[in-house]
């Protein structure tokens, strides 16, 4: 089972991608139009009437282009050059087989032309007809880069593919800004890949014995994947239990790159138009030497005139999936960046972005039912699919609140279950209610239940988060009743699963298992009396007053009142300060008053003040 919210939030972005075919929609509608053609001469008639007009000839153009491309294998030079044309005109790239090219050198080149690259594929036919890829290489105008992992794609016959990651090389440079504007920008590109490369090698140094997960889970940066050609920087910062878990199998999944692709919550790092400029730094923030702070994290130098320009632009973290975030956490992340993050929509009800339609807050183990009441009708969230940031300082603190709030979505979508229909409950299966309400500026998680051993008592569970996961589970009881589980086996179940179901039967497993079985000391340690018993009070004779003359009453029949003895004025915190839990009734009878006291098992006091005639 993985994150219920990653498939809804991915559900949102199909729009963008159904935009796609919009194109080859409308081109086979034109060719549906007349119905009676039916032989092949009539469809080449009706291609050449629909080819007459501009725009129709560009559609189909290019429909005939992504079929060239998704075609077979090719076995000989113009299949590959051909293929290589119609990869450079869907990216709308111009396109030239080098002729005059130096003797000396094997093979024929065939070039892709951009503005700020050139892609050279050199290609070479041998005298028994077979073909090889000799190599690829991007040509900068400073620098010239070998792309092995194209010369694979090539040879393999995954144009396509080839295509895609042609695309998100020229997606980097926005073509609305002059050329060395675009230049700029990919300087600011290079130096933030550099940064973030060395604050990964800095988390690997100061922990060299840690994995994959735990450089995911706790990482500076998460797991980096570095930028290649064609493809973005990619920082993968979150897994959760659900996701290591092979179902199929049972078995745990082993964390290879090929796993990786397909789970967890991951960031792509690129740059983005913003109306505003901003300085963004062109040369590297960390020195070589990797300094570093008393918190052993990377040292950053300040960005000034010297290490910074001026750019329309701004960079981004794209979050694959989107994440739902609390509202308090939207903006903190604005307070660290400075800059605004986008969203889907406006800010709704959080509960309504973590929890489908057909899902309902019931989780059944075996006979036993657990039924979670979430109280979150108050908190509110946004769908966040970007965030905008500065400097590669602000990755560190983004990743961190991202971590928070992927740790409370996957606590709170472990209790939701797709709904069933309504079945006959046997008599003998139990049920348990669980109240969850989240306190957001302490961040914490409150669970309120049913006590599993005390009848008509509460129990209270506080779960701490941060960006390092779950940091406390804390157990509460009332006074007098059997302690739960300890709070480190609360604490452990938690951090190890994630789930507020599978942690809350292991409490009541533990609690009733442990129920005859732990001692009158261990009940006295977890709740101190704040006070040693009073000690018992020898009674005294009262002191009578001096006689007063009785007042004349009007109704003979009446009796008289006791003349009230006199007593040293008590105060009330002088009487209740040996309290030890049992009734109290004291008399002032100076002041003429009274005064009953009752400990309830919950320390809630009853104060009763009458007056007495």
Not at 30 to 55: A, G, P, W
Not at 247 to 262: D, F, I, S, W
């Amino acid at each position: 089972m993985g994150l219920d919210w990653e498939t809804k939030s991915s559900r949102m972005l199909d729009e963008e991608s159904s935009r796609e075919g919009e194109s080859s929609e409308e081109l086979m509608e034109m060719l549906r139009k007349k119905n009676e053609t039916k032989s092949f001469d009539d469809i080449i008639k009706l291609l050449h009437v629909v080819s007459s007009e501009q725009k129709a000839r560009i559609m189909l153009r290019s429909c005939m282009d992504k079929v060239l491309m998704n075609m077979g294998g090719s076995y000989n030079l113009r299949d590959v050059i051909d293929r290589l044309r119609s990869v450079a005109s869907v990216n709308g790239l111009r396109f030239n087989v080098v002729l005059d090219q130096d003797t000396s050198s094997p093979g024929t080149t065939c070039q892709i032309l951009a503005d700020m690259f050139t892609m050279e594929v050199t290609l070479d036919e041998s005298q028994f007809g077979g073909l090889s890829v000799l190599d690829v290489k991007i040509v900068y105008s400073d620098h010239v880069k070998s792309c092995p992992n194209m010369v694979q794609i090539i040879r393999e016959g995954k144009f396509l593919e080839l295509s895609k990651q042609l695309k998100g090389l020229t997606d980097i440079y926005p073509p609305s800004m002059d050329q060395t504007t675009r230049t700029r920008m990919y300087m600011a590109l290079q130096s933030l890949d550099m940064d973030l490369a060395k604050m990964s090698q800095v988390y690997r140094d100061s922990h060299g014995d840690s994995d994959t997960l735990h450089i995911i889970m706790n990482g500076y940066v998460g797991l980096l994947f570095p930028r290649e050609v064609g493809t973005c920087s990619q920082l993968k910062y979150f897994l959760s239990p659900y996701d290591l878990v092979d179902v199929k199998t049972k078995q745990l999944k082993t964390l290879t790159n090929q796993v990786l692709e397909n789970i967890g919550m991951q960031a792509e790092i690129g740059l983005e138009v913003y109306e505003t400029p901003c300085k963004l730094p062109i040369t590297p923030l960390i020195a070589n030497n990797h300094p570093t702070d008393e918190t052993s994290k990377p040292r950053f130098a300040e960005i000034n005139q010297h290490n910074s320009v001026p750019l329309p632009a701004c960079y981004s973290l794209k979050l694959h999936p989107p994440v739902p975030i609390l509202d308090h956490i939207v903006k903190q992340i604005e307070q660290e960046t400075k800059l605004p993050v986008l969203y889907k929509d406006k800010s709704t009800s959080y509960l309504s972005l973590i929890q489908k339609d057909d899902e309902c807050c019931k989780v059944t183990f075996g006979s036993v039912t657990h039924r979670h009441h979430l109280d979150f009708s108050h908190v509110e969230g946004l769908l966040v699919h970007q965030v905008r940031f500065t400097s590669p300082e602000h990755v560190v603190a983004v990743i961190n609140l991202l971590r928070k709030q992927c740790y409370l979505n996957t606590v709170l979508t472990s209790c939701m279950r797709k709904s069933k229909k309504a079945q006959v409950s046997d008599p003998a299966d139990m049920e348990w209610c669980f109240d969850v309400s989240y306190n957001d500026q302490r961040s914490k998680l409150n669970v309120t239940f049913e006590h599993p051993t005390c009848s008509c008592s509460t129990a209270f569970a506080e779960i701490s988060f941060s960006s390092f996961g779950i940091t406390s589970c804390h157990m509460f009881v009332g006074r007098g009743d059997q302690p739960l589980c300890s709070d480190k086996l609360a604490t452990t179940v938690m951090q190890k699963s994630l789930s507020l179901p599978v942690t809350m039967r292991t409490v009541m497993f533990h609690t009733k298992k442990n129920r005859h079985k732990e001692p009158e000391v261990h009940r006295q340690s977890r709740h101190p009396t704040p006070h040693p018993p009073m000690p018992p009070v020898k009674p005294q004779p009262p002191i009578m007053a001096p006689q007063q003359q009785q007042p004349q009453l009007l109704n003979p029949l009446q009796p008289t009142l006791p003349t009230p003895a006199t007593t040293p004025p008590v105060s009330i915190n002088q009487s209740m300060s040996h309290f030890t839990g049992t009734s109290i009734y004291r008399y002032d009878l100076t002041s003429r008053y009274y005064f009953i006291i009752i400990h309830l098992p919950l320390l809630e006091f009853i104060l009763i003040q009458c007056n007495r005639r």
